[in-house]
């Protein structure tokens, strides 16, 4: 019997045995090797995830060894007892100095102190370390005025906004671009590395803090590594400023970053949380292609009896996957949950049948980055509160939102259409178990994992080898090395207005010094001037307009991943001139499903192009492929207002915009301006003092109703007064607003 059985069976034990289990957990402990001290670890944190079965006459010396390793969240958990007073003292040392109801663990309390002195500090530690904590415990030290959080996500930057709720006497929290800094308290930024570079008049930072700091490497193959470079490089032209950058499973970074910076390395394999592995992959059956059959994938999940997140490579992949097994259950006569108010929500709002509705209803979420952002939340939010069992998920998942899963079921071994390598595995595998919810996770391996490989971090702000000319140019002159040189002098060369504009775009220069040309000519040529120079939201040509722009720019700005879903500029248009006029994602959706079942019936059904066509009753009359014509829209035009209605199309057309506004007014002719338009389309037609609601994870249906009933005690409001008036009359507000609205109202605000 191995230790691990051992421990499964700890209640069991013979004194001897359990004597002798203590003492080469022990020994391990003690070892002057780190792999040996992390297997006893790990040892360790078993016994503790079986606490209960402990023999009480046996704990104390167990606490003890507990005590010595740092475990000092789990001695309050259990309200373990501490009987030596060397131990209870420092189990107060440990307590946290800041925040009423915490204690650090060992490593974390080091790097606490480290952050807390005002070192640079770049961390390497696992996913389960609790690194995130460090953040709550640097705000509420209030040892900086202001404060830069950049993460990867709205989504985490909300969940980040909502830990941080408690400071908001001491900080002014600050997510949108539009809002201006407090002058008479702190002001912790929470932006995107794109928010960071927009955000005018940024107060001198005194601490940038960097989650997931990995994407700053071009390797990773991120298209946003530029933005987050130079937003890097713009905050810390502060001599003062500090940083504190913080990812997991990283051994390396550039050399020579840290003696530059005068910072510190830490890195650590310490963990609260211990991941044991099942290897599956060789006894599932696999499909064409390689894809684990369905009805293996269904065998596992079956068989599971905690909660678990099932990693696939593609949101189009974990809806399928989801559909199916939420189609699986039900033939099983699965009971089904209706205590979900996202449930009706979708039902009332979207005019389709959305296979979501049963998957919830069946205690299934999906979880990806094109739904809207209240649903996710609220699917999270759900697998928290253990309303949901099954989590099917993608990437997203893996960028630092935090679940109560147990298990992670690794069914894809792709991310999109790039193979995961070991860093990705690392991260999808650590998000098995949860600090202080689950000492103990499980990986289930329905793919073989790639080989372990070393993870070095390149910084193109700073090793300049390779860089692309957008992130080079935000470097002062001083320091930019000699191989780079030329190219700078180029870019120095040029008109300053131009520098100013090319810079402010943040997108590729030399992309943008070839539209240069380009546009020249058609501002010159009276015949298609007016393609370039428009202004008119109901202009006739909107449609020719939004062709034009898509065209000049699909080819240049879209880089990484994005080019391998870029859609038809024809497509993109219609689709952005519907929004325009309707801005109704519902009438979207609704209006797509209608176009999917007419070219199925005109397939299909003989002379049905002479009939009166209704999508209610082809809903009735084929329900099977009405809920897939209804998926299928659901899925595309979300995926479409997020990724691009909401960020991309806004960017081309200011990116646009502001070059023929350049060179018209070089040639001394009137120039278009569809910088309105652009704002117009990225806060969803709202008002910029309202858009912060939808910033918050509100429901765009939520928004609506408020501004129908109270919209004209809100006009002229700022931002953090909206805020406040909302929260102030919420009782009066929530009498017109569904279940779910409300829900999401008293979870945002």
Same mark, same amino acid.
């Given at each position: ?26 020994? +391990? ?7 040996? !001290? ?101 705000? =509420?030290?209030?040892? %900086? ?93 502060? $001599?003062?400023?500090?940083? %504190? ?42 499909? $064409?292609?390689?894809?684990? &059959?369905?009805?293996?994938?269904? =065998? ?40 979900? $108010?996202?449930? !009706? ?67 894809? &071994? ?67 090395? $000699? ?28 992309? !943008? ?65 519907? %929004? ?13 499903? +209608?176009?999917? +079942? ?18 209610? !009753? ?132």
């Amino acid at each position: 019997m191995d230790f691990f059985q051992q421990i499964d069976n700890i209640a069991l034990l013979e004194p001897a045995a359990h004597f002798e289990l203590f003492r080469s957990i022990s020994n +391990a402990l003690n070892s002057k090797d780190s792999g040996i !001290q992390a297997v006893g670890r790990n040892h360790l944190i078993k016994v503790i995830d079986v606490w209960e079965d402990v023999p009480s006459t046996l704990k104390p010396m167990w606490e003890d060894l507990i005590e010595a390793v740092g475990f000092y969240p789990y001695i309050e958990k259990y309200k373990m007892t501490l009987t030596d007073l060397d131990a209870r003292i420092r189990q107060e040392y440990h307590r946290s100095e800041y925040i009423f109801d915490k204690t650090l663990h060992s490593k974390q309390k080091e790097l606490s102190d480290l952050i807390l002195s005002k070192q640079n500090v770049v961390v390497s530690a696992p996913t389960s370390f609790g690194k995130s904590l460090l953040i709550e415990e640097i705000v =509420a030290s209030g040892i %900086y005025t202001n404060i830069v959080i950049i993460q990867p996500t709205l989504a985490l930057l909300d969940e980040t906004r909502i830990k941080l709720k408690r400071y908001f006497d001491q900080y002014k929290v600050i997510v949108r671009t539009s809002q201006s800094a407090s002058t008479e308290k702190g002001n912790i930024f929470l932006l995107t590395a794109e928010r960071v570079l927009e955000y005018p008049d940024m107060p001198d930072i005194e601490l940038l803090i960097i989650d997931e700091f990995y994407k700053l490497s071009k390797q990773r193959e991120d298209n946003r590594a530029n933005i987050l470079n130079i937003a890097f490089l713009r905050l810390m032209k502060n $001599p003062s400023c500090r940083f %504190y950058l913080l990812g997991p499973n990283i051994d390396n970074i550039s050399p020579g970053f840290l003696e530059k910076y005068n910072a510190v390395f830490y890195k650590t394999d310490y963990s609260l949380v211990y991941t044991e592995t099942e290897n599956l992959y060789d006894a599932v059956k696999k499909k $064409p292609g390689g894809k684990v &059959s369905y009805e293996d994938i269904f =065998a596992v999940l079956d068989a599971t009896e905690d909660q678990s997140l099932i990693f696939c490579s593609s949101p189009s992949t974990a809806r399928k996957l989801a559909f199916a097994y939420s189609n699986h259950l039900e033939a099983q006569g699965n009971e089904q949950n209706t205590d979900i $108010p996202l449930i !009706q929500w979708i039902n009332e709002n979207l005019g389709v049948e959305w296979s979501l509705a049963h998957c919830l209803s069946n205690g299934i979420g999906i979880h990806d980055g094109s739904m809207p952002k209240h649903i996710t939340v609220s699917t999270i939010k759900y697998f928290n509160d253990q309303k949901l069992k099954f989590l099917f998920c993608t990437n997203t998942i893996i960028e630092g939102v935090n679940t109560s899963a147990k298990n992670v079921i690794y069914y894809d &071994s792709k991310i999109g259409t790039r193979d995961v390598d070991y860093f990705d595995y690392a991260n999808i595998r650590g998000r098995a178990g949860r600090l202080m919810e689950h000492c103990v996770g499980r990986v289930i391996n329905l793919k073989k994992p790639p080989q372990a490989k070393e993870m070095s971090v390149d910084i193109p702000a700073y090793t300049q080898n390779p860089i692309d000319d957008e992130v080079l140019v935000n470097i002062e002159k001083a320091e930019v090395k $000699p191989f780079n040189m030329e190219r700078y002098q180029r870019f120095e060369n040029l008109p300053e207005e131009l520098k100013i504009i090319l810079k402010r775009n943040a997108v590729s220069i030399k992309d !943008q010094l070839e539209l240069l040309p380009i546009i020249r000519a058609m501002l010159i040529d009276p015949h298609r001037r007016g393609d370039i120079v428009w202004s008119e939201l109901r202009d006739r040509n909107l449609y020719n307009h939004l062709c034009i722009i898509f065209d000049l720019v699909k080819d240049r700005f879209v880089e990484g991943n994005d080019k391998n879903v870029l859609i038809s500029t024809k497509w993109m248009a219609t689709q952005t001139v519907s %929004y325009i006029y309707n801005k109704n994602i519902r009438q979207m959706i609704v209006e797509r499903v +209608a176009y999917r +079942a007419k070219e199925y019936l005109k397939k299909n059904v003989p002379n049905s192009a002479d009939m009166h066509f209704s999508l209610q !009753q082809f809903m009735v009359e084929y329900p099977e492929m009405a809920r897939q014509f209804a998926d299928e829209a659901v899925e595309t035009i979300f995926k479409f207002q997020k990724n691009w209605l909401q960020y991309k199309i806004p960017k081309w057309l200011n990116v646009v915009d502001s070059l023929q506004k350049y060179i018209a007014a070089e040639l001394g002719m009137e120039a278009g301006d569809y910088s309105f338009i652009a704002e117009a389309i990225e806060n969803e037609f709202t008002a910029a003092n309202i858009q912060i609601l939808t910033e918050f994870g509100i429901p765009s249906s939520a928004i609506r109703k408020i501004l129908d009933r109270y919209g004209h005690h809100l006009k002229g409001l700022t931002e953090d007064q909206v805020v406040a008036a909302i929260i102030r009359n919420r009782e009066l507000i929530y009498r017109c607003l569904s279940v779910y609205e409300i829900e999401a109202l008293e979870r945002c605000l």
